[in-house]
């Protein structure tokens, strides 16, 4: 009750503000109509001798309309302010810089490509803005195929910064990004990012049903479709009964940005998109922040028998999300601190990954998941 009242408040709120400045200017300007129509009563009276009377009666009735002529020019040029608003932003969008072209035809890469999944980042650096300083710094790395990459760092350290470089939503200041030999700068957006595939931390799903958000073209089969959902464990099979509970029909509907599902859900169905798209480079964005310890789990497994065969780089503030990969990337304002295997990192004496597992308050289960991952790898 308390809450939905604060809110009636908040909403309220413009509205009382807005009454009492029309008051306010209301108020100032009958004040002004009153003086205007006293000054001109006070000069008909000295000219009386020169004026007539139809001239006076003349000059009253405009001097009397004054405060609803004022009224009336304020609100027409309020109303045009507001709506210039609308020229002045449609001005802004005409004059934004636009991004490199969808397909450019004389470096389209193959029909296959990336086949492999390697990336090569050579001394990369990138900034949001001409005038700020880069979030990202003279990065330089390699990723053999079919690795699983864990990135960490505090926040602004340029994790996020390092996957949108990848789809190039920010292009690179200095440097380049070649995956399976071609430089990603030289190639169309298009076919860039339709060869590659992103869980983002924030999943974008649109108004429709589950099948249109997972399989937009209508290029799977429903029976993959399924797999998939059952894979990220959004359907389950119950054993005692013949039915799947939580999504039982690809026709669901699913609401204007997935607002009817929760926020783990929506990035659980980005994930199962993702594995319909059978790519050799995805990126993890914070993909599991917001699900449970135990799902957390089940989803780590199934990214270890799903992606296999793919590239993954997971950004992850979940050191246990990371503690099994291959490799972990530090980074620290930007720039590369630490590159190795979890269990070699967390072995370092004053090694920056280190001390992220202490700050946790994990350091001991990390630390045992980090030995267990490598005895894993070595079998």
């Not at 960490?152 to 070649?178: D, Q």
């Not at 204007?256 to 980005?270: E, I, K, M, P, T």
């Not at 993909?287 to 789990?297: C, G, H, L, V």
């Amino acid at each position: 009750m308390v809450e939905n009242t604060a809110h009636i408040d908040a909403m309220n709120r413009p509205w009382y503000l807005l009454l009492t400045a029309n008051q306010w200017l209301f108020c100032r300007i009958d004040w002004v109509s009153a003086i205007a129509t006293l000054g001109c009563c006070v000069i008909l009276l000295l000219q009386r001798d020169v004026v007539s009377a139809g001239a006076a009666g003349f000059a009253l009735v405009y001097a009397l309309a004054f405060a609803d002529n004022v009224g009336w020019a304020i609100r027409n040029f309020s109303r045009i302010e507001i709506v210039m608003n609308g020229i002045e932003r449609i001005r802004e969008y005409t004059e934004i810089e636009q991004e490199a072209p969808a397909i450019i035809e004389d470096s389209r890469p193959p029909v296959e490509w990336p086949q492999h999944g390697a990336i090569h980042v050579e001394r990369l650096s990138v900034q949001y803005t001409p005038n700020a300083s880069p979030t990202l710094q003279n990065l330089s790395l390699d990723v053999q195929p079919g690795e699983r990459i864990g990135i960490v760092g505090r926040s602004g350290a340029g994790k996020s910064t390092l996957s949108a470089a990848l789809f190039r939503f920010l292009e690179a200041s200095s440097g380049r990004i070649i995956i399976d030999g071609i430089d990603i700068s030289t190639i169309g957006l298009y076919d860039l990012r339709s060869r590659l595939a992103i869980i983002p931390q924030d999943p974008g799903l649109f108004s429709g049903t589950v099948r249109s958000n997972l399989d937009p073209f209508g290029e799977n089969h429903d029976a993959d479709i399924w797999d998939a959902l059952r894979r990220c464990h959004l359907v389950e099979q119950d054993m005692w009964a013949d039915h799947i509970t939580n999504i039982k029909s690809l026709d669901m509907p699913v609401a204007d940005h997935g607002s009817n599902f929760s926020h783990g859900q929506r990035q659980l169905l980005a994930m199962a998109r993702a594995l319909l798209r059978h790519s050799k480079v995805i990126i993890m964005d914070e993909a599991t922040a917001s699900i449970d310890f135990e799902t957390d789990a089940k989803i780590q497994k199934t990214i270890r028998e799903s992606f296999r065969d793919s590239t993954l780089l997971c950004i992850a503030h979940r050191l246990r999300t990371v503690i099994d990969c291959d490799r972990v990337l530090v980074l620290d304002a930007g720039r590369l601190v630490e590159y190795d295997k979890p269990s070699a990192l967390i072995l370092r004496r004053n090694g920056t990954f280190r001390r992220l597992c202490e700050r946790s308050g994990e350091f001991d289960v990390l630390l045992s998941m980090a030995q267990d991952a490598a005895c894993r790898f070595v079998d």
